[in-house]
């Protein structure tokens, strides 16, 4: 059974750029969430995504968005980067909604915006 | 809106003593999770709980869970190096999963 993986593992981009960031879930999963983990803070949820729909959405603006395709994977989109948004971006995936189901998480990608 | 708070955020501790990280969370929360992150890692599952009364062991570490206080403790006996790391504990309500600040342990030898 392959577990949650994530791509790039690293990543440097420049203000104003734009990114994409992939997930493939766990065999089995349809659900698939990100999080934004600043240096020190705890994960921050983004948004979560089931069965293709987007299904919950954190405090982040409109230039974060998402897809998730019809075998789980998914990716997420960030456009105009700041400088903030420089962190650890995990998924996790899990076999029903997040709410319900324990999330198995991938190694996370590292931004960083300069 | 589902808040989660963990006391303390950094705690330094020797080998072989006991400690308990404390997380209270401000409304209800539909189950309560424990992770464990390494420096540079991805977060690594611990515990889940999910209902009130609930304790769950593996090794030297113990959660607990009083949904009536709002309440979750991770008590670690007698410490060593190994478990030096952060842990989180996270809520869920409305299909989102709430996380705390963390907590930093670092284990002295």
């Known amino acids: 059974e392959t577990g949650v993986t994530q791509s790039p593992t690293h990543l440097i981009k420049t203000r104003g750029q734009q990114v994409t960031l992939r997930c493939s879930s766990q065999?089995?999963?349809?659900?698939v969430s990100w999080y934004q983990q600043a240096l020190g803070q705890g994960p921050q949820f983004i948004f979560q995504?089931?069965?293709?729909?987007?299904?919950g959405r954190g405090n982040f603006p409109p230039r974060f968005s998402g897809l998730q395709f019809p075998n789980y994977s998914s990716e997420l989109n960030v456009n105009a980067l700041e400088l903030d948004d420089s962190a650890l971006y995990l998924c996790?995936?899990?076999?029903?909604?997040?709410?319900?189901?324990?999330?198995?998480f991938g190694p996370g990608t590292r931004l960083t915006v300069l | 809106e589902l808040k989660v708070e963990q006391n303390p955020l950094f705690l330094s501790m020797q080998e072989g003593k006991n400690y308990t990280i404390y997380c209270n969370y401000s409304?209800?929360?539909?189950?309560l999770y424990w992770y464990r992150q390494d420096p540079g890692k991805s977060l690594e599952s611990l515990f889940v709980?999910?209902?009130?009364?609930a304790v769950k062991q593996e090794g030297r570490l113990m959660a607990s869970l009083d949904t009536k206080a709002r309440l979750s403790t991770l008590h670690i006996t007698a410490a060593v190096h190994d478990l030096s790391a952060t842990y989180f504990c996270?809520?869920?309500?409305?299909?989102?999963?709430?996380f705390g600040k963390g907590t930093r342990l670092h284990i002295l030898p």
């Open positions: 709980l999910l209902s009130n009364g």
């Open positions: 409304t209800t929360s539909d189950r």
């Open positions: 995504y089931y069965r293709e729909e987007e299904n």
């Open positions: 996270a809520g869920t309500r409305d299909d989102k999963i709430i």
């Open positions: 065999s089995g999963h349809n659900t």
């Open positions: 996790a995936s899990s076999p029903g909604l997040a709410g319900a189901h324990e999330q198995f």
